[in-house]
């Protein structure tokens, strides 16, 4: 099957597998340059302040494992174009971060 009066003679099942391996690779460019990129730093900083963690150290392991969990998510919804798995996937890998810089960050201001 070709789309009608394109005068393409390539079937549609190659043009959507082509469709497909974009939006996988657009997808894991943005997993590294944007996820990676903020949480890597985040987990860091945790560690660094971690003698200092008592109360939260439970909750920012959670977020810390969490994340790439998140992620993953957003790829699967990514590939399977599902936009509102994928936003709430990357809200909530986004939560994550935030909560570990929040932690890591008021551990040194308070140590």
Known sequence: MTPAGSGDTTPLVVLRIGAC????????QHLVTESFTLHAPACQLVLIAAPTLTT???LS???AWLHP???LGYISAYVANVPP???LCWAGAILCTG??????LRSLLRG
């Open 21 to 28: 391996r974009f939006s996988i690779k657009r997808c894991h």
């Open 56 to 58: 939260t150290a439970g």
């Open 61 to 63: 392991a959670i977020a």
């Open 69 to 71: 969990l998140l992620r």
């Open 85 to 87: 798995l994928r936003s």
């Open 99 to 104: 909560l570990l810089y929040s932690e890591g």
